[in-house]
C-alpha cells in the first residue's frame, strides 16, 4: 500500500515537472537582473519546457497548461493581458500540427525546430502588440529575443532531456 | 536536442481543453485587458502582493550570483578602476564644495527674493524584486505598495537620476513604467534654456526627445530634467544628457535602470501656500494708523461707528512720534516689497 501511495506521488511528482519547469523559466525571465548585459532582451525560458514536452510529452504540456503559464507570465512582466499566453497557445498550435516533424529531428535539426516555435512566437508577440498600440513596433528588440532564446536552447535542452530521463521518463508505464 | 531518442507520446488525453478553446479564451482575455484594464490590474495587484515573499527570496541568492559572474571580468581591471575612481572622488569633492556655497547662495537669494520654497519631497526606499526587459515592455516590481504610502504616478528614481514612475500599486508592491519603455512619455525641461519638451521611451537604452518647440537647438550634453508641467512629476530631478542621434535628439540616462537593486519612489507633496499668520500689527486698522480695536469689542458691545481716515502726509516732522515709526520712501522701497499693490 505504501509502495503504491509512493508510486502515485511520485507519478504526481514527474507528472508535474514540465508545469513547474515552464514557471520556472517565467519566474527567471521577470527576476530584477539579467547575466546577459543590460540591453539584451529576458530569453524566453518558458517557452523551452512547453516546446519540449509539448513534443515529447502533450499529456503533460496540453494547451490549457500553456495558456495558464502565458497568464501568469502576464502577470508577473507587468504588460497587457493575453499576449503571452496567446503567443504560447500559437507556438503550441503550431509543434501540435507538426509534430511528427519537429520530433523526428536531432542536433543541429532540433534546435532549428525550437528556433521556428521562437519565431512564431516572437512574430505572434510583434503582431499582437502592434494591433494592440495600433502602431509597427521597432523589431529590433524581437529579434534580439528570438536570438538570444534560441541560442540558450542548446544547454536547456541538454538539462530538459536529463530531467526527463531521470524523473519523467521512467514513470512512462502506460506507453 | 535529440528529441528523436525516445518515443512520443500520440494522446494528449481526454480531460485537456481543445486547442481552439484555449485559443479562443487567449482572445477574448487580450479584448477583455484592453477594455477593462483596471480590472486586470487589481488582479495583478493582488496576485503581485501575495507573490512577494517568493519574490524577494528568490531576489538574495540570484542576485548574488549575478553580482558574482558580473565581477568575473572586473577582476582583471580592478587596479585601472580604482586609480580611476580615486581621481573622480577628488574631482567630485570639489564639486561638492562647489555645490554646498551655491546651494547657499541660493537660498540666500530666494530669502530676499520672498521666492515660493521648492516642493517638499519626502522619499521610500524599495527593493527591486522584478524586472521585466521584453522587447514591448521595460517594467520593475518594487516591495513597497499602498501600505507605505505609494501612490501611483509617483517617481522613482536612484542615486544618479530618474528611472520611472509609478503606474500600479498594490497593497505590498507596486509596478514601475520605466523611462525607456514605449508608452512612457513625460514632460521635461532641457537646462540651460529650460526648452520644454516630452521624452518618450522607444525601448531603446535612449528615451527620444518629442515635441520639442520649432527651431530650438539643442546641443550635446544639455542636462534634461524633469519639468514639473501638470504637477504629476516634481520638478528638477536629473535625467540625463542630450545625445543628437542624426536629426533627432535622444536622452543619455544618468540612472542604470537595468541594474539598479535600491531606488527611491519620490513622494511629490506641492506645499499649499498658506497665508503668514496676521499678527496685531498686520491688522487693516492698525496698518492705517489707528489702535487696534480693544477686546470689549467682542463682549457684545456695539460695534463702531467707520469714521472718515485722513490720509497722513507721507512726510511728518521728525518730532512727532508717529513720524519716527512711519517709513521713510526709501525705507517702504527697500523693506516692502509689495507696497504698490496696497
New interface residues.
Given amino acids: 500500500m505504501e509502495r503504491m501511495g509512493g508510486v502515485i506521488g511520485g507519478k504526481f511528482f514527474s507528472n508535474t515537472i514540465p508545469v513547474l519547469l515552464s514557471l520556472l523559466g517565467v519566474a527567471i525571465t521577470n527576476l530584477p537582473f539579467s547575466i546577459l548585459g543590460s540591453w539584451i532582451p529576458s530569453p524566453m525560458y518558458a517557452l523551452m519546457p512547453i516546446y519540449f514536452w509539448c513534443l515529447v510529452r502533450p499529456d503533460l504540456m496540453s494547451p490549457g497548461w500553456a495558456f495558464a503559464i502565458g497568464v501568469i507570465h502576464d502577470i508577473l512582466s507587468g504588460g497587457p493581458p493575453g499576449i503571452w499566453a496567446a503567443s504560447f497557445v500559437a507556438t503550441y498550435a503550431v509543434i501540435d500540427r507538426q509534430r511528427d516533424a519537429f520530433a523526428g529531428l536531432s542536433g543541429w535539426g532540433a534546435l532549428l525546430g525550437f528556433a521556428t516555435a521562437a519565431l512564431v512566437a516572437c512574430t505572434t508577440q510583434y503582431l499582437i502588440y502592434s494591433l494592440y498600440w495600433w502602431r509597427l513596433m521597432p523589431v529590433s528588440g524581437s529579434i534580439k529575443e528570438f536570438a538570444v532564446t534560441s541560442l540558450l536552447y542548446i544547454p536547456v535542452a541538454f538539462v530538459l532531456a536529463w530531467i526527463h530521463h531521470r524523473f519523467v521518463g521512467p514513470l512512462r508505464s502506460e506507453f | ?9 500520440r ?3 481526454g480531460a ?4 481552439v478553446i ?2 479562443a ?10 477594455a477593462q ?1 483596471s480590472l ?1 490590474d487589481r ?2 495587484a493582488d ?2 502582493d501575495w ?1 512577494r515573499p517568493t519574490l524577494v527570496a ?2 538574495a541568492p ?2 548574488g ?2 553580482r558574482w ?2 565581477s568575473i571580468g572586473e577582476i582583471f581591471v580592478v587596479y585601472q578602476e580604482n586609480l580611476r575612481l580615486k581621481e573622480e572622488n577628488a574631482r567630485l569633492r570639489q564639486w561638492h564644495n562647489t555645490a554646498l556655497v551655491l546651494d547657499d547662495r541660493i537660498k540666500r537669494y530666494q530669502l530676499l527674493l520672498h521666492a515660493v520654497p521648492d516642493p517638499v519631497l519626502s522619499s521610500i526606499v524599495a527593493r ?10 521595460q ?3 518594487l516591495d513597497a505598495g499602498k501600505a507605505n504610502g505609494v501612490k501611483p504616478g509617483q517617481a522613482v528614481a536612484d542615486q544618479r537620476g530618474m528611472i520611472g514612475r509609478v503606474f ?1 500599486t498594490g497593497q505590498r508592491t507596486s ?1 514601475v ?1 520605466l523611462l525607456t519603455d ?2 512612457s512619455r513625460i514632460p521635461v525641461s532641457v537646462e540651460p534654456n529650460t526648452d520644454q519638451a516630452i521624452m518618450a521611451g ?4 535612449m528615451p527620444v526627445i518629442e515635441t520639442l518647440a520649432r527651431g530650438v537647438q539643442l546641443k550635446d550634453g544639455d542636462q534634461v530634467v524633469t519639468s514639473g508641467d501638470g504637477d504629476i512629476l516634481p520638478p528638477g530631478i536629473p535625467i540625463g544628457v542630450i545625445v543628437t542621434d542624426g536629426s533627432r535628439y535622444r536622452v543619455a540616462l544618468f540612472a ?1 535602470q ?2 539598479a ?1 535600491d531606488v527611491q519612489i519620490l513622494d511629490f507633496k506641492q506645499k499649499p501656500e498658506h497665508l503668514p499668520t496676521a499678527s496685531q500689527n498686520d491688522l487693516p486698522v492698525t496698518a492705517a494708523g489707528l489702535a487696534p480695536a480693544a477686546p470689549a469689542a467682542s463682549q457684545g458691545l456695539p460695534p463702531p461707528q467707520l469714521q472718515p481716515v485722513m490720509p497722513k502726509p507721507v512726510f511728518q516732522p521728525s518730532a512727532t512720534p508717529q513720524a519716527q515709526s512711519a517709513p521713510s520712501a526709501d525705507d517702504s522701497d527697500n523693506d516692502v516689497p509689495n507696497a504698490g499693490d496696497q
Avoid at chain 2, 1 to 9: F, L, Q, S, V
Avoid at chain 2, 16 to 19: A, E, K, S, V, Y
Fill in positions: 536536442m535529440g528529441n528523436g531518442t525516445w518515443r512520443i507520446a494522446s494528449r488525453g485537456h481543453l481543445p486547442l484555449v485559443a479564451l487567449a482572445v477574448a482575455l487580450i479584448l477583455i485587458g484592453k484594464s486586470f488582479a495583478r496576485i503581485m507573490m528568490t531576489r540570484m542576485e550570483v549575478g559572474l558580473g527591486v524584486i522584478g524586472r521585466a526587459s521584453h522587447p514591448f515592455l517594467t520593475m516590481i500600479l509596478w513604467i514605449l508608452n522607444d525601448n531603446s537604452p542604470d537595468t541594474t537593486q
